[in-house]
Structure formats: structure tokens, C-alpha cells
């Protein structure tokens, strides 16, 4: 599609997230195979079902406007989703592969809730009203989705911290270290 006028840019931009929904309703149950906490497993499941809604209320946006939104890629979502598979089928302690799990999701979630913002901007320019309304609902649940992630990484963090005080996780040094732990006795 040529983008020659803000409406095309907002058809555009809404087959993209329209792709993204997709790619993330697609990749988060592969994810949600990789994390061990219950916690990040009960934030990542709802994540996924409002991604789940979100392509639903995509067929909505496109039957309102009389477009398909539908046959372009998210290469954004998609790196995101292929480095938190990646992580998660990595090696080592779980708390930390989740954790970065969790940041990579939150980094996605975030880029989403910019996505949305920008589209609801234009939709409200151009006069698309009648998206607006269910763009912010989107936009909510996004919110709320962000929300939960850094509740939970805070949460996770201090766990981690008081499990190191209390000598049940190796030294901070060694977490950042590229090399594996080393145990005594093995």
C-alpha cells in the first residue's frame, strides 16, 4: 500500500498491529511452555487472552472502516517474540530466564501501547470515531497488561534480592556473569 495520505497510514498502521496481535496470540503459548513461576505464567496467560480479544475487535475496526486489515508483517512484534523464545530456551537459573522473559515481553507491551496511541491519534484527525472507541479499549487492556508486568518484575526483583540475602541464590556477580555457576561438591 502507498502511503500518500494520513488515512493510508493508518490503514497501514492498523494491518500492522492487526499482524502483531496475531504474531503474539501465535508465539505466547511457545513462551509460556519456557517460564517456571506460576506468577509470570498467570500475567503471561491473561496477556494472552486480551491479545486473543484483540484480534477479534481487529475484524470489528476492519468490517467498520470496510477494509481488510490483514496481510502485512509486524517485524517489530516479531524480533520481540523471537528474542523471548530465545530466552526462554536458554539455560540456566529459572528466576533469571524469567526475568528476562518478562523484560523482553515488557518491552513488547510497551512498543504495543505506543502503536495504539499513535493510531488513536490519527484516527481521532481524520475522524475515524467510530475505531476510537475501540482502539482505547485496547489501549486499556495494553495498560493494564504493562502494569501487571512491572508489578511482577519488581516483585520478582526483591525475591531475588532477599533469596540472596538469605544465601539461596549465588552471588550477584555470578548472575551476571556469562560463565555457569560452579557448584561445590559436583
Known amino acids: ?101 518478562m523484560s523482553i515481553l515488557r518491552e513488547l507491551v510497551h512498543y504495543e501501547k505506543s502503536a495504539y496511541e499513535i493510531v488513536r491519534s490519527i484516527a481521532e484527525v481524520i475522524g475515524e470515531s467510530r475505531v476510537v472507541e475501540l482502539i482505547d479499549s485496547i489501549l486499556n487492556e495494553t495498560e493494564r497488561t504493562e502494569r501487571a508486568f512491572i508489578l511482577l518484575t519488581e516483585d520478582m526483583m526483591d525475591s531475588m534480592s532477599v533469596a540472596r540475602e538469605k544465601g539461596r541464590m549465588p552471588p550477584p556477580e555470578s548472575l551476571l556473569s556469562s560463565r555457569p555457576v560452579e557448584r561445590r561438591g559436583h
Do not use: N, W
Not at 19 to 31: C, N, Y
Not at 52 to 78: D, P, S, V, W, Y
Not at 85 to 96: A, H, K, N, Q, T
Open 1 to 101: 500500500m502507498m502511503l500518500t495520505t494520513l488515512y493510508s497510514l493508518f490503514v497501514d498502521s492498523l494491518r500492522r498491529l492487526a499482524a502483531a496481535e496475531l504474531q503474539i496470540a501465535r508465539s505466547l503459548p511457545r513462551i509460556l511452555e519456557g517460564v517456571s513461576s506460576q506468577e509470570l505464567k498467570s500475567v503471561v496467560e491473561e496477556y494472552l487472552k486480551e491479545t486473543e480479544a484483540h484480534c477479534e475487535r481487529f475484524e470489528a475496526i476492519g468490517a467498520a472502516m470496510g477494509e481488510q486489515l490483514t496481510g502485512e508483517r509486524a517485524h517489530i512484534a516479531e524480533a520481540f517474540l523471537r528474542e523471548a523464545i530465545l530466552c526462554v530456551e536458554r539455560r540456566g537459573e529459572d528466576r533469571v530466564i524469567d526475568l528476562a522473559a
